[in-house]
Nanobody, 125 residues
Framework: QVQLVESGGGSVQAGGSLRLACTAS????????MAWFRQGPGKEREGVAA???????AYTDSVKDRFTISKDNAKNTLYLEMNSLKPEDTAMYYC???????????????????WGQGTQVTVSS
């Protein structure tokens, strides 16, 4: 089992920025694909951003050019830099690790084995 601990959530005004962090208990950040998901009120969980072991990144259309996923392998930490935040970004954000296989989509909820507890992001209008 991989344990994932998230931090960095909070409340911010529209147009502001936040940086989320996810620290893993193992070397999964370097050994596995990593991703951020979110679930807003009354919505289904959706993939936000992902990065694989080769450094290839993927983003959902709604956050492209605003969010940046990155990682520090030495610290076993995954980050999500969120800029130009909008009220619709309000959600519980979850860190996910280790795809079941390379055939599983990187932004699909069912693709990942391990999940963090979630951290709340609230963007006021």
């Amino acid at each position: 089992q991989v344990q994932l601990v998230e931090s960095g959530g909070g409340s911010v005004q529209a147009g502001g920025s936040l940086r989320l962090a996810c620290t893993a208990s193992t070397d999964s950040v370097s050994a596995c694909s990593m991703a951020w998901f979110r679930q807003g009120p009354g919505k289904e969980r959706e993939g936000v951003a992902a990065v694989d072991t080769r450094g290839t990144k993927a983003y959902t259309d709604s956050v492209k050019d605003r969010f940046t996923i990155s990682k520090d392998n030495a610290k076993n930490t995954l980050y999500l830099e969120m800029n130009s935040l909008k009220p619709e970004d309000t959600a519980m954000y979850y860190c996910a690790a280790c795809r079941l296989s390379r055939s599983h989509p990187v932004l699909s909820t069912s693709s990942y084995q391990y999940w963090g507890q979630g951290t709340q992001v609230t963007v006021s209008s």
